[in-house]
Structures are given as C-alpha cells and as structure tokens.
C-alpha cells in the first residue's frame, strides 16, 4: 500500500489480520484521502478498547463532580434589583477578559471588534498554510523575520502603551522576549528544517524553543493574554474596577 | 463467582430477546465488535477502529470525552431543575430559595449544574488549545476544527444564558454588563441586544427569553454539533496523534 502512486492506478491490498477479521480489498486511487494513504499504526477495535476507557473516564469524573457538588455551593445573592447596582458589576468569569479589555480600550474596539477578530482568527487557522507546516520561526530569512518581528512589536508596546494597557503590556512582552531569545538559541543556523528522520520523542530544551512555529507563538501569546486578564478582572479588581490585592481585605 | 457471573452475563446474551435489541451475539470476533458499534445508533458516531496511539490519556487527556460527559450531566441536572423553576420575576427567585431549603437534594443538584457548567468552559478551552498544540486542525480535519470553534461559542452561549436564570443580584448586573458590550456594535447593536432582551433592560421578557435559549434551542444546537463533531472525526480518518514537530520535516 505504501507504493501506491509509483504504480498504476489502481492497488489492491489484503488485510494482514485476515484470519481475524474479514477480508478488505483497498483500491487506492490518486484521489484517495489522506487518511487512507496515511500511516495509521497498529488499530484496536473501538469495542471495547475506546469504549472501556471513556466508561473509566466517564465515572471518575462523575464521582469528582459529586464529591466537590457536597461540599462546595452555588452563589445565590440578594433578589435581582435594577437599581442597586454592585460595584464592581462583574460578568461571568470567562468574560472578565473582555471586561477588563472594556476598561483600557472603546468599547467597540474592547467589546466587538478583538472579539470578532480572536474568533474568526481561531476559525482560519486550519485554512493558513503556515500553520499547517508549522516551519519554525526562525528559519529561511531569518534577519528579515527578526526585523519584521520586532516592527510588529514596537507597533504593538507604543499602542498598548498609550491606551495604557499594563495587564496586556506585560505578558506580550514576557512572550515577546522569549520569542527573541529563541532567535539565539543554539546552534546558530540550526534553525533550518533539518532533512531526514527526526526524533520521535519532543524536543526539550534550546532545541525546543528553537523549532516552535509562528503559530505556536501566537496561540502561546494570546493564551498568556487571555490568562492574564481572566485572572485581574476575577481576582485583582475592585470598585470602580480599581486595582485590589485578593488577599488584603476588602 | 466471577465466571459464574459471566456465565449468567453469556447466557442472557443469547437470549431471543437480547439478539432482538442488539442484533449481535457476543463480541469475540472483531466482526462482532464491528457490529457492537456500527449497528448502534449512538455508537455508529465513532470509528469501527482507533489508532492505539490516540487511546494513550496523554494524546488527548480524554478532553473531548470529558467535555461531552458534562454536556450530558448538564442535560440530566438541567431537565431535573426544570421540574423546579419558573422563568417567571421573581418567582425564579424564590424557587432559588426552594431548592435550597425544601427540595429534597436541591442544593446538591444545582450545585452539581453549576460545577458541570464551569467544568466544561474550562474542559472545552482547555480541549481547544489542546489540539491546536497537537496539531490536530491539520487537513483533513479543517472542518471538524471549524465545528469545534462554533462549539465553543455554543457553550459559552449556554453558560452564559444560565447564568441569569436565578435571577439575583450576580445574575442581573452580569447580564447587564454583558449585553451592555453588545449595544456597542455599530448599526445593529441596540438592536441585537433587544432582540436578545426583549426589551431595552433585562426584565421579564429577557429572563423567559434566556430561559427558552438555555433549555431548548442551545442545547438542541449543541446536540446537533457535537454529533456532526463526533461523526467527522470518524469521517476524517480518526484523531490525529503525531507531535506537531514530528510533523514539521517530513515534507
């Protein structure tokens, strides 16, 4: 099967296992799926092996959710009253981000457009050849990605800069270093996509940094950005959406 | 005991009765197995064979499995809840206050629904990001990554949507700020979020309109997705394993 293509049109192929299973005839045409042609590794059969284990997975999570649902309760506050309003009014926690986005930028810009953008930026990722080859970064032209890199920064610190947004600021930056380190790490022009058999097992170390592509980048940025302001607007801020230390009293 | 149990378990197997329902005798022929799935209406979602390597708990965390399990605790909790409140100001209040001091275990089963909620938010990003830095968006699985995004969306929407439902001050002044935001769209922004509210303020109209979007529409969405989601990885050659750098040479 894995000559396919250098031949005729047409392949025909044999289970391995016939005496287990039926037998297949595979007919491999040039317009056959990837995921025929693919190598699939050794197969087990979803009865029972798939099903075993997320019945296994199934009731550990049931007993953690009862054992924490006993003990740990559901807020329920005063009756709805439009008009007294809790200061700071807080959205549901996966949305403090945007809130605290809300209190740097307009709220068209905080409100709809990066959440638009962080959407269909998410939906296109597949469809990027980049990603889909995620050659690392620092490969090819490397001196013009550095200062093509470091444009997009600079754009990037004066804007946040100005709307005086820290709790953004501070994480593209920490990301922001990490990436321009990773230019330096080892073995010069290493960077290059070497040919060959590469290692099976994931690389640690200079070498891991090294190979991380645009898109791992990316996501780990906006991740960390993410992070960041879900925990601020849960934990750090107070009335007037203030600053506030969770563990000082108030 | 433990054969004699299985002798039991072989010989109701056999039964006319039991062939009637699952149109298999047992599975000890890979045959069989095949059957135990593609004969089944929920299972015939799945693939009729796994790769061995996206079985291991580290390929996946199970991530996916755990995020469709709370999606049926949810149901389950949520249809029980149901038989307690009214969509009704502030008589959602006050069942709030039933389940907590007269409904037997009422206190238990919202707290279940709620940890269940949270749970997922948490289990469906963390699955997101788990196959992006897998890899997993690859072709020929685009698609099935478009459907996972929408997904996404549909249980923020649904959290989201429950979370006015009590009807307190937390739920009330969320809401607001939360369909404040949306008021900030150019053109169609107070517009969509009178469509939401059913009104200009979260009122009555908005808790029965968030209400009927929580129990009904959303979740007969999410059904619809998440079956599409199931079936296209089974349609897209089964999950992808390999380590996003293994990937990077080999073209």
Redesign the interface.
């Known amino acids: 099967m894995s000559e396919s293509g250098s031949k005729g049109r047409y392949e025909a192929g044999f289970g391995s296992?016939a005496l287990?299973?039926?037998q297949r005839i595979v007919f491999i045409t040039k317009k056959t799926?990837?995921?025929?042609k693919?190598d699939?590794?050794?197969?087990?059969?979803?009865?029972?092996?798939?099903?075993l284990?997320?019945t296994i997975?199934?009731q550990i999570?049931?007993v953690a959710?009862?054992v924490?649902?006993?003990f740990?309760?559901?807020?329920?506050?005063?009756?709805?009253?439009?008009l007294?309003?809790?200061n700071p009014?807080?959205?549901?926690?996966?949305?403090l981000g945007?809130?605290e986005l809300?209190h740097y930028f307009?709220?068209?810009v905080a409100?709809?457009i990066i959440p638009t953008l962080v959407?269909v930026g998410?939906?296109v990722?597949?469809?990027f050849h980049v990603?889909?080859?995620?050659?690392?970064l620092w490969s090819g032209r490397r001196a013009q990605r550095l200062l093509l890199f470091l444009v997009v920064l600079g754009v990037l610190v004066v804007v946040l800069a100005i709307f005086e947004a820290w709790t953004v600021l501070t994480p593209t930056i920490v990301i922001a270093i990490l990436m321009f380190l990773s230019y330096f790490a080892k073995s010069g022009r290493g960077a290059e996509?070497?040919?060959?058999?590469?290692p099976?097992s994931?690389?640690r170390g200079s070498g891991f940094w090294r190979?991380r592509?645009i898109s791992?980048w990316v996501?780990t940025w906006f991740?960390s950005v993410a992070l960041i302001l879900t925990v601020v607007g849960t934990f750090f801020r107070g009335p007037g959406w203030s600053w506030v230390w969770p563990w000082r009293n108030g | 005991m433990a054969a004699n149990t299985l002798d039991a378990l072989n010989r109701i197997r056999a039964t006319r009765v039991w062939q009637s329902i699952f149109r298999r005798g047992p599975a000890r022929t890979n045959r069989a197995r095949s059957l135990a799935v593609f004969g089944n209406i929920f299972f015939h979602l799945l693939p009729v064979k796994v790769r061995e390597k996206s079985l291991r708990v580290r390929a996946t965390y199970y991530l996916g499995s755990i995020s469709f399990l709370l999606f049926v605790v949810l149901t389950i909790t949520g249809i029980l809840l149901m038989l307690y409140y009214h969509p009704a100001v502030p008589q959602a209040y006050r069942d709030m206050k039933d389940l907590r001091f007269v409904v037997s275990n009422g206190v238990f089963l919202r707290n279940l629904h709620r940890l269940a909620a949270q749970v997922m938010v948490l289990a469906v990003f963390w699955h997101m990001f788990h196959v992006f830095y897998r890899g997993g968006y690859r072709p020929p699985h685009e698609f099935n990554w478009v459907i996972g995004v929408v997904l996404l969306l549909i249980t923020l929407f649904l959290s989201y949507t429950g979370y006015l439902l009590p009807w307190d001050q937390l739920a009330f002044w969320a809401i607001t700020v939360g369909t404040n935001i949306l008021a900030a769209m150019p053109f169609l922004g107070g517009k969509l979020r009178y469509l939401l509210l059913g009104g200009n303020l979260v009122g009555e109209n908005a808790l029965l309109r968030f209400y009927v979007l929580h129990c009904v529409i959303l979740p007969l969405l999410a059904a619809l997705f998440i079956a599409v989601h199931f079936w296209r990885v089974q349609k897209d050659g089964g999950l992808t394993v390999e380590e996003a750098e293994e990937k990077t040479g080999e073209e």
């Open positions: 296992d287990k299973s039926p799926s990837a995921k025929v693919g699939v590794g050794r197969q087990l059969m979803t009865y029972p092996h798939l099903i284990r997320e997975v199934f999570l049931t959710l009862v924490v649902g006993l740990w309760d559901a807020p329920l506050e005063q009756l709805a009253n439009p007294v309003t809790p009014a807080k959205a549901p926690w996966y949305f945007l809130q809300l307009p709220p068209l409100g709809i959407v998410l939906i990722i597949p469809y990603n889909v080859r995620g050659e690392p996509v070497r040919p060959g058999p590469r099976t994931p690389q190979s592509p791992w996501m991740i």
